[in-house]
């Protein structure tokens, strides 16, 4: 019988003779293509995540290294790949343009502009994968980043370099939240990029077009992979926002970023997954799902000051089935981020927009930027709003209430009525602080429901005419103090009185 060793030895000297066909280090051969996988023989060297070359100029991205071939995915059309084809490597991983010249520009999942705008002279590139700041590198979050939603900035706050996540079903007004914030960074030197991922070519003009009627192109970059593209490009878009973003907080200047929304981009990763046949797990997402959406919301942070006090505010978009918010990818995104904003489909379709939920909702680190002026008119909402709707649900199977409780129904009514806003309204924070000042001295049940919001809209306009001098004390420091108080009750008195005169003449 053989000793052990002797197999072993036989067996390696048969190893040395067989003639290895591929074992080029730098080039390979296409042996399979289709669906926008390619597996190629050789490539021996290639480094996962490596950009890589095909005959046809066809860029692609190696992420399988398996023993005897390699798994590569298609940055782009894979029509021309043929077999037999030969593929280059690169030494690069995949990169994206970068530089102020992007703002205004819409641009695909790999920073290349598709826009009718010309062409793009950028400042540099930017790896589109990159390790997120570390701790030393990182403050903790204590400015504001002021969405101008009167039912964000009150009861869930958002500070610069948070990641909120915006859940809700399909048509709860998700994107309007996302694109209503962007709107509402003019003139506070935010520059925004927003991501759409495998969205309808026509739904993200839209988006374009109403950024463009609003100004807020002029800062703002749209990075779109619609959903006709591969599930390659798909996967790549949120990558690419990020980088762009990162190089304007290299920069030391404060960006937001909205992705729209990572649902569809862990879908596009389980195609390529399951294409590049990855062992599938729960749900068919493959193991490292996770880890898809931690390293890119890992990357948003708030950097001190000696790295130039630049930050990334993240908000990450998904799309939940029948407000079930404990499937995997959601629960999974929801422990990444630090809270969400939860978007409810009954209170969006019985008109109460934005649909955000003040119970289910959560801000974990933003009320520690939130404005002393903020704090002041908003600190009871959350309760005044949850015993609302509790006595709501009672006073409906009861024909007689009590006194107090129709008048905490009749001022919830109220309050609710006030919380609501358009789909593209600007509002500087100091507005937004005085809507919530109606509420906070009960201005608001002198009206009619119906009022509460033609009466806002004259409050604004009153004091936007009349009382410029009151709104820049309270832009001074966004504090109200004893003083600033008594002036605005004041006014407020007045607005009250003549409004009630106006309409109801009284
Ligand atoms: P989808 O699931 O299709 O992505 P979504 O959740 O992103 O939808 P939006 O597209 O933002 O929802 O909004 C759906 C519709 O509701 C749009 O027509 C939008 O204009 C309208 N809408 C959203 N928010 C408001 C609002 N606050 N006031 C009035 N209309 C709104
Ligand atoms: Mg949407």
Known sequence: MEKTEQIIQRLKDRIQQVDWEFNDLE???????????????GLRDVLSGELVRFEDDTLGMALNLEENQVGIIVLGDDTNIKEDDSVYRT??????????NLAGRVVDALGMPIDEAGELVVADQYPAERRAPTVMMRRSVDQPLFTGIKIIDSMIPIGKGQRELIIGDRQTGKTAIGINTIINQKGQNVKCVYVAIGQKASTVAQVVETLRQNGAMDYTVVVNSPADDSAAM???APYTGCAIAEYWMDQGEDVLVIYDDLSKHAVAYRT??????????????????????????????????RYGDGSITALPII?????????YITTNVISI????????????N????????SGLSVSRVGSSAQTQAMKHVSASLKLELATYYELLSFAQYSSDVDEETQRIIDHGARLTELLKQGATTYLSHDLVILSL?????????????KDIRPFESFVHDQFKQNHQDLLAEINAEYKLDEQLIEKLKTVFEQLVKDYKVNTYGR
């Open 319 to 327: 799309e939940t089935q029948l407000g079930d918010i404990s499937s």
């Open 437 to 449: 000042f109606m509420n906070r001295y009960k201005y608001i049940d002198e009206l009619e429901v």
């Open 27 to 41: 080039t390979g051969t296409v042996f399979s293509v289709g669906d926008g996988i390619v597996f190629v023989r």
């Open 91 to 100: 030494n690069h991983i995949v990169q994206t343009n970068v530089g102020d």
């Open 350 to 357: 019985s008109g109460r927009r934005p649909a955000v939920d």
């Open 234 to 236: 798909q996967y790549m």
């Open 272 to 305: 390529i997954s399951l294409l590049l046949k990855r062992p599938s797990g729960r749900e068919a997402y493959p193991g490292d799902v996770f880890y898809l959406h931690s390293r890119l919301l890992e990357r948003a942070a708030q950097l001190n000051e």
């Open 337 to 348: 981020t630090d809270g969400q904003l939860f978007l409810d489909s009954n209170a969006f």
